[in-house]
């Protein structure tokens, strides 16, 4: 059994401020230990389900956070970034049985996580379909692109709620809650012993009835906090703007809405 897992910062046991985020701060050695702590976790709930075969891609901001030397002999690990529209979701292709998500965060405009965003801070709303459009959202659809299902997701609870209802087979793990500035947190202890056994709950299902058909229509609104955004991206390629602060894509290839999504958000 193939499985690819896509690791995240911002919706692990206790981030709460960007600095814990970013590698040249004080406080984020301990957010990345906590981060290698709850993918190899994932891992080892996967390898007790029966995979042999594990991609890890280190999806958060420079790509180097995990600690390699954490990582079992049977994974491998994708660090740094190649440019390719696939994104958080690079390394996926359809050889793969099942997809992960760990650490992953609420989508911008949500107030339950301090850190709540979607790829950047500019946007203040993304919606794909009409739907709060998360980094979960773009590149769970992204893996589904691939025949792939998403199977478990760790992250906030909001994230949880929102997500749940997109996969037929996905097994969440809600980590913390929050509220503005604050957040409530389970302990990392619980959070990793939760995430193993969810992993293995995760694979050992019937993983073709957790697969999805992604529409076949797509539409891309993004409002940004500033409106001198909204005018600088819609002249990307197919966007047009649709008030002082939103830009629309219209489009029928998702492929479309990855490749925009490395520009505009």
């Given amino acids: 059994m193939k499985v690819f897992i896509s690791a995240d910062i911002e919706g692990t046991a206790f981030t ?14 301990r957010a990345a230990e906590e981060m290698t702590r709850e993918v190899c976790a994932a891992i080892e709930g996967a390898l007790a389900a029966g995979a042999d075969e594990i ?33 958080m979701a690079e390394g996926i292709d359809e050889s793969f049985d099942a997809a992960f998500f760990v650490g992953w ?20 709303r993304v919606t794909l379909n009409g739907l709060p459009c998360s980094e979960f959202l773009l590149y769970s659809w992204a893996c589904a692109m ?49 995430i193993k056994k969810a992993a293995e709950q995760a694979l050992r299902q019937d993983l073709s009835k957790a697969k999805i058909e992604l529409p076949r229509r797509f539409v891309f609104d993004i409002t940004y906090k500033e409106t001198k955004h909204a005018v600088k991206y819609s002249f990307y390629p197919g966007f047009k703007m649709i008030s002082d602060d939103t830009i629309r894509l219209t489009t029928s290839d998702y492929m479309n809405v990855l490749r925009a999504a490395m520009f505009v958000l």
């Fill in 105 to 124: 965060h609420s989508p911008a405009g949500m107030c339950n996580n301090p850190l709540s965003h979607t790829m950047s801070g500019k946007p203040a």
């Fill in 16 to 29: 709460t401020y960007w600095e814990e985020t970013e590698k040249d701060k004080g406080t984020y050695a």
């Fill in 55 to 87: 991609l890890v891609n280190d999806a958060h901001d420079f790509g180097i956070n995990l600690d390699p030397f954490r990582m079992p002999e049977n994974v491998e690990l994708i660090r740094g970034w190649s440019g390719s529209p696939m994104g």
């Fill in 146 to 194: 691939r025949g792939v299902p998403s199977v478990l997701l760790t992250g906030d609870r909001r994230l949880a709620e929102l997500s749940q209802p997109l996969h037929p087979g996905l097994v969440t793990v809600a980590v913390k809650d929050g509220l503005g500035g604050l957040t409530r947190c389970k302990s990392p202890v619980w959070v990793e012993k939760t």
